[in-house]
C-alpha cells in the first residue's frame, strides 16, 4: 500500500468518526434541556440586600464610620482640654540656657511663619473650591493649622518669658551666676 492509500483510510475513518459524535451531540443536548428544571428569577428581599452594595458603598460606608469616630475622639478632647484649662497634649518646651531659648524661639517662629503662609494658600484655595467634599476638607485644614498657630503662639510667649529670666540669671549679681560668686580658698 502506498502512502496516500494509508492516508485515505486514515481520513475516512475520523470522518465517519466524527460524524457519529455530531449525531450524539444534540441528542445529549435535548436530554440535558429536558432534565433541568426551569430557571426561577431571583426575588430581592431586605435580607439579602447587603449583597448587592457595591465597593464604593462600602467605602462611604467605612469613611463615615472613621467621621463619626473622629468627631468623637475630638469631642472626648475638647472636654477634657476645658477640664484641664490648658492644652496638655502639647507642653510647653522647657529652655535651660538663653542661648537654647533663642534657638526654640528661631524654630518656633519659622514654623508660626510657614503655617501662616500655608493658611493663606488654603483660604485662596477655598475661595475657588467646587465640591464639598474638597471644601469641607480645607476648612478641616485651615482648623487644624489655625490651632497649631494658636500653640505656636503660646510657646513663642513662654520661651521669651524664659528667655528673659534666664537672661536675668546670667547677669551679674544674679542669684545663679557661678562667675559672681568669689572663688573658694
Known amino acids: 500500500m502506498s502512502k496516500l492509500t494509508v492516508f485515505a483510510a486514515v481520513l475516512a475513518a475520523v470522518a465517519l468518526a466524527g460524524s457519529s459524535a455530531v449525531a450524539q ?29 457595591s465597593s464604593s458603598d462600602i467605602y462611604q460606608d467605612e469613611q463615615d464610620r472613621d467621621k463619626a469616630a473622629q468627631q468623637v475622639s475630638a469631642s472626648q478632647q475638647s472636654a477634657t482640654a476645658a477640664k484641664s484649662g490648658a492644652d496638655d497634649a502639647w507642653p510647653i518646651p522647657q529652655a535651660k540656657t538663653a542661648k537654647e531659648a533663642d534657638d526654640l ?31 469641607k476638607r480645607l476648612q478641616w485644614r485651615l482648623q487644624s493649622r489655625s490651632d497649631m498657630v494658636g500653640r505656636l503662639q503660646r510657646d ?10 534666664l537672661a536675668k540669671q546670667a547677669q551679674p549679681g544674679g542669684a545663679s551666676n557661678p562667675a559672681a560668686q568669689p572663688p573658694s580658698q
Open 105 to 135: 524661639l528661631a524654630r518656633d517662629k519659622q514654623t508660626l511663619q510657614e503655617q501662616q503662609e500655608y493658611i493663606q494658600q488654603t483660604q485662596k484655595e477655598l475661595a475657588t473650591a467646587t465640591t464639598d467634599s474638597y471644601k
Open 156 to 165: 513663642i510667649s513662654s520661651l521669651e518669658k524664659q528667655k528673659d529670666a
Open 25 to 53: 451531540a444534540p441528542a445529549q443536548a435535548a436530554s440535558k434541556q429536558q432534565s433541568q428544571a426551569p430557571k426561577k428569577p431571583k426575588v430581592w428581599t431586605d435580607d439579602n440586600i447587603s449583597s448587592v452594595r
